[in-house]
Nanobody, 115 residues
Framework: QVQLVESGGGLVQAGGSLRLSCAAS????????MAWYRQAPGKQRELVAR???????NYADSVKGRFTIERDSNKNTVYLQMNSLKPEDTAVYYC?????????WGQGTQVTVSS
């Protein structure tokens, strides 16, 4: 079993920055892709950024150039650096990991961007 614990959410003004962290624990051998998703009220959960075990990254078009996903394999942690935040980035952000074709989710952390 894999446990994912997010931290770093909060309230920030538009144009500001936040850094989210997701620490993985438990059976993490062969942990493959890790990612961040988000879900705004009344909307479907959407992919924000993903990073493979080899470090390949992908981003949603809406966050390219503003968000950066990083992975520290020694600490089993994935980060999401969010800069130039916009009110439309307001959502609950969820950490995601897949191991041996089994998907795991964190509990989510709220990010609120005020205008």
């Amino acid at each position: 079993q894999v446990q994912l614990v997010e931290s770093g959410g909060g309230l920030v003004q538009a144009g500001g920055s936040l850094r989210l962290s997701c620490a993985a624990s438990g059976t993490i051998f062969r942990l493959n892709v890790m990612a961040w998703y988000r879900q705004a009220p009344g909307k479907q959960r959407e992919l924000v950024a993903r990073i493979s075990s080899s470090g390949t990254t992908n981003y949603a078009d809406s966050v390219k150039g503003r968000f950066t996903i990083e992975r520290d394999s020694n600490k089993n942690t994935v980060y999401l650096q969010m800069n130039s935040l916009k009110p439309e980035d307001t959502a609950v952000y969820y950490c995601y990991a897949i191991r041996m074709e089994v998907v795991h989710w964190g509990q989510g952390t709220q990010v609120t961007v005020s205008s």
